[in-house]
């Protein structure tokens, strides 16, 4: 099994890399295995029994379950065997709204030939979206409508209106979650484009600083005049509380620590993300005019102030770098999460896929109009020969990564930067590797620090990525209760039943006791059918015989709730359909009955009485 060391904070850590898991140590330990990379299972498994007694049957069953998923992954190369989309929630589709910008930012790859020039009409838009959520990702729970591109999409305002009334209009017939988002300088904003934004709430979008006006000295316009002041007016007209800050990091602002402390400062937002530039010549803001120790210093810093402010109580200091796509957030995250072994650097080409003006299909936004990296288009769908080329492109693929102590956290290059700097799909940036493997480092430190010291925070920082991964979801009642009033011909807007959901106060009904959920649900529906009640039954047999669809409500293991459509199939059996995959597709059986799925809602108003 190989490992890295890691000492820092005053703790001795081994991470141990086949299973992507890190235990604290002692300094024996530490010392016995410091001029080492590798131990075996046994060994391993003594120091759990040494140190953690208890745990010595769950590691032993970690250990088990991974060589199985590595005997069930030998062809993992081979992905074109599999269903690569299995177990995707879901699916983004970027479109580039338009190559103008108002901005000559200095670090900007607007300018490569590769990427389109005519801009992509509404029509073309509408049918990739379509395709994105009826055909290519039909089975998916949510859908992401990425607007960024190598422009300012406000250029394009009315754009954006048109992609949000079709995506209005598709959570109205699908009950699934649409959220657009997009990246903007923030130099245009005006209260035109706040009072729509402000009136539909799932368009999210980034504002580009770099930080305080040296920071953000990249970014000028084609006279060469600074934006900064522009900017800040942009953020102080900004409403909506999820907007986020997206930071190019260079040499102007590689104290990454004061990034941090200028956004902060500005008390707008809920996410930041910095990442390294895309800039690997000579010029004045290449990546390796970046001083990795001053950066490092950075961060650590930062880390040190996460630290304070979690001691007292301040959790939600460090919610920002874990809510963006930030760098360092993502190691942290990736840190907490243990266990997860993720070979795939990205969901470029699977889940996540860019369109151009053409109709043509891509495996990633940045490489939109390239193409080797077409994988389709939208008329004919995706060639999965094309596609699978992308998937394959993982971190056992290059010698370097699979011999690297941090690859399943790291999950290896990124392929367009492999691309960009070498020519090759796979190959990463020695530069890059060094600046991530101590970041890593880093988080894992951070990480096993907050366990063990403040512990607290710790269980808040799970609950924190629980509570993330729920609100990019589709929420099942909603998507339940659109489904089944369209079945009865009421027109309901997704907008209207999640904020009336949202604003229901709970109404228990002490007869049948099953939990609250339920007659939030009940009364969600009295609002549009009064004659609809709550029903438990016993016996399949019991349950009346309608013919319109029921709603069967689920309360599953560790209070998990659950809600379907039931309805009769041309045999007359009763069948489920669901948001989630579980249940879809199963007849109502007793056996099932018995485990829980005997709680419906529907016209049973007339059969009580």
Request: contains cysteine; negative net charge; hydrophobic residues 35%.
């Amino acid at each position: 099994m190989r490992f890295n060391l890691i000492n820092d904070f005053g703790l001795y850590i081994m991470h141990v890399t086949d299973i992507n898991n890190s235990i604290l140590i002692n300094k024996e330990i530490y010392d016995s295995f410091c001029s080492k990379n590798e131990l075996s299972e046994s060994q391993f498994l003594q120091i759990i029994e040494n140190f953690y007694p208890e745990e010595i049957e769950k590691y032993e069953k970690i250990i088990s379950s991974r060589k199985k998923i590595e005997s069930a992954e030998e062809d993992f190369a081979n992905e074109s065997k599999k269903d690569i989309l299995e177990g995707k929630s879901d699916f983004t589709l970027c479109i580039h709204a338009t190559r103008r910008c108002n901005l000559n930012c200095k670090y900007c790859f607007g300018g490569e030939d590769y990427l389109p020039k005519q801009e992509i009409s509404i029509d073309t838009a509408i049918k990739a979206i379509d395709f994105m959520v009826f055909d290519y990702g039909k089975n998916a729970k949510m859908y992401t409508i990425d607007l960024a591109g190598s422009g300012e999409p406000l250029l394009r305002f009315d754009f954006i209106q048109e992609i949000e009334n079709h995506c209005e209009t598709i959570r109205n017939r699908t009950g699934k979650k649409v959220i657009i988002t997009f990246p903007t300088n923030a130099t245009m904003l005006n209260q035109k484009h706040i009072r729509f934004f402000e009136q539909h709430s799932d368009i999210l979008y980034g504002i580009s600083i770099d930080g305080d006006e040296k920071g953000n000295s990249n970014r000028i316009y084609h006279n060469g005049k600074s934006t900064f002041n522009d900017v800040l007016r942009g953020i102080d007209i900004t409403t909506n509380e999820h907007c986020g800050f997206a930071v190019t990091v260079t040499k102007n602002n590689e104290n990454v620590d004061e990034i941090y402390n200028y956004l902060y400062s500005l008390k707008k937002g809920d996410a930041i993300s910095t990442h390294l530039v895309r800039d690997f010549g000579q010029s004045e803001t290449s990546l390796y005019k970046i001083n990795i120790d001053n950066l490092l210093l950075g961060y650590r810093k930062l880390t040190e102030q996460f630290i304070e402010q979690l001691k007292m109580g301040n959790f939600d200091y460090i919610k920002p770098i874990l809510n963006g796509d930030d760098l360092y957030g993502g190691f942290i995250l990736m840190a907490v999460q243990k266990g997860l072994i993720a070979k795939c650097r990205c969901d470029a080409g699977q889940n996540r896929i860019a369109v151009d003006n053409d109709g043509k299909l891509y495996a990633c936004s940045v490489m939109n109009g390239n193409e080797d990296f077409c994988i389709g288009n939208i008329f004919d769908g995706i060639d999965s020969e094309k596609r699978n080329k992308f998937i394959k492109c993982n971190v056992e693929q290059s010698v370097k990564c699979q011999n690297c102590w941090c690859k399943n956290i790291c999950r290896g290059e990124c392929m367009t930067i492999s691309y960009l700097h070498t020519g090759e799909l796979y190959q990463p940036n020695e530069y890059m590797c060094e600046i991530r493997k101590k970041l890593i480092a880093l988080a894992i430190s951070f990480v096993e620090y907050v366990k063990r010291n403040i512990p607290k925070a710790y269980n808040e920082l799970m609950k924190h990525i629980v509570g993330t991964r729920n609100n990019h979801q589709t929420n099942p009642v909603v998507w339940t209760v659109i489904q089944y009033l369209n079945h009865s011909s009421q027109r309901v807007s997704y907008k209207e039943i999640a904020s009336v959901l949202e604003n229901m106060p709970c109404e228990q009904n002490e007869v049948v006791n099953v939990g609250p959920n339920v007659y939030d649900v009940q009364s969600l529906i009295k609002k549009y059918n009064e004659g609809d009640c709550v029903v438990q039954i016993k016996n399949i047999d019991d349950l009346p015989d309608i013919n319109s669809p029921l709603i069967c409500y689920y309360r599953g293991q560790n209070g998990v709730h659950e809600y379907c459509l039931v309805k009769k199939d041309e045999n007359g059996c009763l069948r489920f359909s669901s948001l989630e995959s579980r249940l879809s597709g199963y007849a109502l059986t007793n056996e099932l009955v018995k485990q829980g799925l005997n709680v419906f809602i529907g016209p049973f108003e007339e059969y009580i009485k």
